[in-house]
C-alpha cells in the first residue's frame, strides 16, 4: 500500500489553511459527514465460499496483535484468539460479537472504487554500475519533519517535511529536484529503470532482485512532503492515453516507446518515497498498522472513515469480471486511497500478482463489521 503511498503528508504551503479567511457574511452550508454507516443486517451481505471466509478472518485476526490496548477492538481480539479456522465456528463468532454497517458516500452511494497493489520485484545491485544506476534513496539527512499535532492537538497525524534554509524550514524537494539532482541520503540499492523507482513508490514496498540470487526488501519510510499526483493523469491531459487505457501496463509501455519524455512523465508527480530495508521473509509486506499484509484478503483504506485494524466484507470483482467476496483486514493507507467507499486490495508479490493488481479498476461495495455495543468512529465533517 501502499500503497501505493501509504501515508498521508502535508506540504508545508497548506499551513496557510490553518488561518481563516473572512471573504463576506454570506451564509455558510450546514457541515456535512464525508461518509455514512447504514446499519445492515448478515443476511444483507452477499455470500461468501466457506475458505474465504476462514482466509479473511485468519488475515484480519493477524491484526489483533496491534489492538491489545484499542477500546473498541481488545475484547473482542481476546476472544478471537480462540475460535477455530472452521467456517461454522468462524460464522458463529462474528455473528454473535459483530454488528453490520453497510459504507455510503456523503450522496448514500453504496458503490466505490477499488484498485489493487502488490509488491514487486525488479532486478538491481547494491552498486552502481551503467545498467543499475537508479538510487533508492533512504530517509535523507537533511529532511525535518514536523508533528502539527505538536501545536495543534486537533491536528493529529498530520506532519510537515521541510528543510532549513538558515534559519527558515522551507519545502523539501520535489521529486522532479530530486531525480536530477540527488538527495542527502543513503543510497538502499540501485535500480536499472526509472519507472521500476517510480512504480516502486508507488507501490510503497518490494524487493530487489541482486545479481547474486539474493532479494533486499524495501518498505516504505517516508515521503518528500509534497502531494501525489498519479502519472496516468498526466499521460491523459497529454492526450498520450485515454482514461479508460490507464494501467502499470500501458504506462510502462508508453514509457519504452517515449524515453526522451520519461523525466517529464515523472517530474508530473511532486511527491517521492523514501525507503528503508527490511528483513527478508516468506510473509507478506508489512502495512501501516505494522504486521504483514496477507494476499487476497488485506486492504489499504481511507482511515477518515475506516479505523485501522478493522474488519470489512468486500464485494467486488477482478479484472475478468470474476466475483471477490470476502472478509478483509483494512491493515494499510495510501495517499492515493481516499474517499467514502474506497479500498485498495493488496494481491501479493511478483509478476502475477502485479499483473492483477495493475487492472483493477473495479466497482464495489464495502460493509464494515462494528463490535456490538461500541461507539462507531466519528467522521470529518465537510461544508
Not at 26 to 31: I, T
Not at 250 to 255: F, K, Q, R, S, V
Not at 343 to 363: V, Y
Amino acid at each position: 500500500m501502499k500503497s501505493a503511498l501509504r501515508h498521508l503528508a502535508w506540504t508545508l504551503p497548506a499551513l496557510a489553511l490553518l488561518a481563516g479567511c473572512n471573504g463576506g457574511e454570506s451564509a455558510k452550508p450546514e457541515p456535512h459527514a464525508i461518509a455514512t454507516y447504514a446499519n445492515a443486517t448478515w443476511q444483507d451481505l452477499p455470500t461468501v465460499s466457506d475458505s474465504d471466509l476462514v482466509a479473511g478472518f485468519q488475515a484480519w485476526r493477524n491484526g489483533c496483535e496491534k489492538l491489545k490496548r484499542d477500546t473498541v477492538w481488545a475484547g473482542t481480539c481476546e476472544a478471537a484468539a480462540s475460535v477455530p479456522d472452521d467456517a461454522l465456528q468462524v460464522r458463529a463468532f462474528l455473528q454473535q460479537n459483530l454488528q453490520v454497517y453497510g459504507l455510503r458516500s456523503a450522496e448514500n452511494n453504496a458503490n466505490g472504487l477499488i484498485t489493487g497493489y502488490y509488491e514487486p520485484v525488479y532486478p538491481g545491485s547494491l552498486s552502481q554500475s551503467a545498467t543499475n544506476h537508479v538510487p533508492v534513496y533512504g530517509i535523507p539527512d537533511d529532511m525535518i519533519v514536523v508533528d502539527l499535532a505538536s501545536v495543534y492537538p486537533e491536528l493529529k497525524g498530520k506532519r510537515l517535511r521541510g528543510r532549513l534554509d538558515g534559519r527558515v524550514l522551507k519545502p523539501y524537494d520535489t521529486a522532479e529536484v530530486i531525480n536530477r539532482d540527488g538527495a542527502k541520503a543513503p543510497v538502499l540499492a540501485w535500480l536499472t529503470d526509472p519507472m521500476d523507482l517510480q512504480f516502486l513508490q508507488i507501490q510503497g514496498s518490494g524487493r530487489v532482485q541482486l545479481e547474486d540470487g539474493r532479494q533486499l526488501r524495501l518498505g516504505y519510510a517516508d515521503q518528500n512532503g509534497h502531494p501525489y499526483r498519479p502519472i496516468g493523469r498526466w499521460l491523459v491531459e497529454q492526450g498520450q492515453l485515454k482514461k479508460e487505457e490507464v494501467s502499470m501496463g500501458a504506462i510502462h509501455a508508453w514509457a519504452q516507446a517515449n524515453p526522451q519524455r520519461v523525466p517529464e512523465l515523472l517530474a508530473s508527480n511532486p511527491s517521492y518515497v523514501f525507503f528503508s530495508t527490511r528483513p527478508d521473509s516468506n510473509e507478506g509486506p508489512r502495512g501501516s498498522l505494522n504486521v504483514p499484509l496477507t494476499a487476497g484478503y488485506s486492504v489499504a483504506i481511507d482511515r477518515k472513515v475506516i479505523p485501522l485494524g478493522s474488519l470489512l466484507w468486500l464485494s467486488t470483482t477482478r479484472p475478468d469480471g470474476t466475483p471477490v467476496v470476502r472478509p478483509v483486514g483494512a491493515q494499510d493507507t495510501g495517499g492515493a486511497i481516499t474517499g467514502e467507499v474506497r479500498a485498495d486490495l493488496f494481491w501479493g508479490t511478483g509478476p502475477e500478482a502485479g499483473e492483477l493488481a495493475g487492472n483493477m479498476k473495479q466497482q464495489g461495495q464495502i460493509w464494515m463489521l462494528w463490535p456490538k455495543g461500541k461507539p462507531l468512529p466519528e467522521v470529518p465533517k465537510v461544508p
